[in-house]
Structure formats: structure tokens, C-alpha cells
């Protein structure tokens, strides 16, 4: 009689050892006494279509994907979600009994349930919101902000044209802003949103002035390491209402938890702990 298989999930990417998924979904498995495990595994783009055609043999079902290879994966898969056409990117696959791959994008959800733990008062259709980068994580912050009622995106980016580009995308709800007057947008904003890199460790300075910034507004980063940017410490001193971004990834991964191993996780602070001590 053959045994039944121990289910494998992971996450790809290129590099991948800093990644604190392996801590977070390790956790999760032992505490709902799941025999399964979750593995980082270090893959090229090379190396992609051969990974994911592979990996279900192996008795894996299914993976998280990080950069560099959110937009390519899209080209491996049998179905694509709605969202994740939308933001042109995928970070979740589910590898189906059928044989089929399945591309999710669950990063949108993620930031909107951390705003929602973060800052239990706020109300996205108050005013806009002002989303600094226009990357891969920016397309999934507009698309999540628009589909929660968001009346208008104010977007600025280092080089314009990629600004320019979601606008064209996402429409008449996205005001392109000059990065240079990045500042000034912050006034009109009920939500702002930092989605580059700046201000992470071993990274540039957030340099955007924030004298803009009004006392109540949501402000959320979603850097987190260090896990109180520079930025939300500003915010915080001007009595904004600041959100960090471990959050996000704590509750993109539980949608995914759940269709890989049939438990929906709880996202509470003891994981907030057990991943920061990863």
C-alpha cells in the first residue's frame, strides 16, 4: 500500500536566502500540526519553465514566486486569476490535481488586509491616495486601492514614463504627478503609500518631503526592514496613523497556506514575532 505523499511547497527566486517565507509558513505548519514542508529554492530564469513543470512531480503543491520571476511565470500557467491578469504578475501558484498550474496574485489583498489590521479606522473612499513608485508592487497597491473604492490615485515615480504607463493602464482614476513635486501630492491624500525601495536597509534615502502630510492620514510603507522606516517615523511624529509592511507579507501568504494545505491561517501577532526572529 503506497503511502500518501507529504505535501512540498516553496518559494523561487533569484536570490532567494533573504526571504522570510520559509519562517512564516514553517510556523504556520507546526502550529496546525501539518505534515508538510515549505523550502527556499534559488532557480534562474533559465531554469523557470523546467522548475515548474518539475516541481509537482516531486511531490510539491505549489510555490510562492519573487522577484525576478513574477511576470514570467504568467507564461507557464494554464489559468490566471482576474487579479493577477490585472497586475500582470503572479507571486502564488497552485500546482492542481488535474495537472494544471494555477497563477494568483495575492499581493493587492495582502496590503488591504494589513491596512485593515494596521489601521482599523480607515475609510479608502474618503479621499485619494498617494502611491509613491510605479514597480511591480505599485500595480498590485493601485489595483487592490481602486477595487476598495479608492476615488482617485495620485502616482509619482523617478521616471515618468512608468507612471505614465499604469495610467494608460488602469485609467481616469490615476493623476500622474512630476517626481519632483511628489511632496505637494501628500496634502490631498487621505492614504499615502511609499511602494519603491527607498528606505530600506542598505539602500537610498527616502527624500521626499513631507511637510504635506496631514494629522489622521493613513501613511503605510512597504519596506520592512528596518520594520520603522525613516518615513513612518516622520509620519508618526506629524500624527499620521502609520502602518508597517510586514503585515503584507504576512497576509498575502495566508490565501496561498490555504489552497495548498486546506487551512485557513491566522495572521496574529505571535507570527509578527516568530518572523521577526527569523
Known sequence: MSETRIPLAGVIGAPIAHSRS????????????????????????????????????????????????????????????????????????????????????????????????????????????????????????????????????????????????LRSEFGQKVTVVDWVQAGNMLEDAATVVNTTSLGMTGGSEFRIPLDGLRKGTVVTDLVYTPLRTKFLDDADLMGCHTVDGLGMLLHQAAPAFERWFGVRPEVDDELRRAVLEA
Not at 113 to 133: C, H
Open 22 to 165: 520559509p519562517a512564516l509558513h514553517g510556523y504556520w505548519l507546526k502550529k496546525y500540526g501539518i505534515a508538510g514542508q515549505y523550502i527556499p529554492m534559488h532557480i534562474e530564469r533559465a531554469d523557470l519553465g523546467e522548475a515548474i513543470q518539475t516541481l509537482p512531480k516531486l511531490g510539491f503543491v505549489g510555490i510562492n514566486v519573487t522577484i525576478p520571476h513574477k511576470e514570467a511565470v504568467l507564461e507557464f500557467a494554464d489559468l490566471v486569476t482576474d487579479r493577477a491578469s490585472l497586475i500582470g504578475a503572479a507571486n502564488t501558484l497552485i500546482f492542481r490535481k488535474d495537472g494544471k498550474v494555477h497563477a494568483d496574485n495575492t499581493d493587492g489583498y495582502g496590503f488591504i488586509e494589513n491596512l485593515k489590521q494596521g489601521a482599523p479606522t480607515w475609510q479608502p473612499k474618503l479621499g485619494p491616495a498617494a502611491v509613491i513608485g510605479a514597480g511591480g508592487a505599485a500595480r498590485a497597491v493601485i489595483a487592490s486601492l481602486l477595487e476598495v473604492g479608492v476615488p482617485e490615485i495620485l502616482l509619482a515615480n523617478r521616471t515618468k514614463n512608468r507612471s505614465e504607463a
